[in-house]
């Protein structure tokens, strides 16, 4: 997995029938948990506690909490109570993202 200022890249690898695919999508850092995803913030906002993420395909919105952030990994802890219109990943993941070069 890999972000840049903007942007999280999640690759997924299925086995069975022997394919990857790459889904994109962009993001943002805040203090608190949105109800509605602001793109205004995208690629601007760099600090906070949670990262809000919409798939650019689905145009889902998913939350996780940040762990930490250098500029080479972004780590995520996917945990927390989401609002009615928001996914947020399952208990006890961490992710780690590369920075694209």
Known sequence: ME????????????DNKRDTTVFYSTYYLSDEI????????????TCGCYINV???KSRKIH?????????ELLTLYLY????????VGGVNHIWKYKRIE
């Open 3 to 14: 972000f840049s200022d903007s942007m999280v890249n999640h690759l997924r690898i299925n």
């Open 34 to 45: 949105p109800t509605v995803y602001d793109d205004s913030l995208v690629g601007k906002e």
């Open 54 to 56: 919409r798939s650019i």
């Open 63 to 71: 939350t996780y909490r940040v762990v930490s952030m250098t500029d």
């Open 80 to 87: 927390m109570d989401a609002p009615d219109n928001m996914y």
